[in-house]
Nanobody
Framework: QVQLVESGGGLVQAGGSLRLSCAAS????????MGWFRQAPGKEHEFVAAIIWSSGSTYYADSVKGRFTISRDNAKNTVYLQMNSLKPEDTAVYSC???????????????????WGQGTQVTVSS
């Protein structure tokens, strides 16, 4: 089992920045990749970004490319999501997830992940 705990959400004005953290514990050696998803009220989970734990290769949704950066700290078993130039449409609950393996392209789908955190609220005011 892998346990994931997110932190860093909050209220920010449009144009501002936030950094989310996701600390992993448990059988972290089994983790191949980690990702961030978000869910706004009444909407489906939306892929935001993902990273391969060993290589550091990253993937982003078009809606956040150039504004958000995913990174990891292997020593701390922690993944970060730096969010800059935030927009009101970025408002959502952000959740991190861990995957033991990724068939090609599966990082984009919630079904590609085995473990999930509880989520953290990000609210961007206009």
């Amino acid at each position: 089992q892998v346990q994931l705990v997110e932190s860093g959400g909050g209220l920010v004005q449009a144009g501002g920045s936030l950094r989310l953290s996701c600390a992993a514990s448990g059988r972290t050696f089994s983790t191949y990749g980690m990702g961030w998803f978000r869910q706004a009220p009444g909407k489906e989970h939306e892929f935001v970004a993902a990273i391969i734990w060993s290589s550091g290769s990253t993937y982003y949704a078009d809606s956040v490319k150039g504004r958000f950066t995913i990174s990891r700290d292997n020593a701390k078993n922690t993944v970060y999501l730096q969010m800059n130039s935030l927009k009101p449409e970025d408002t959502a609950v952000y959740s991190c997830a861990a995957a033991a393996q990724w068939p090609p392209g599966s990082y984009y789908y919630t079904s590609g992940y085995d473990y999930w955190g509880q989520g953290t609220q990000v609210t961007v005011s206009s």
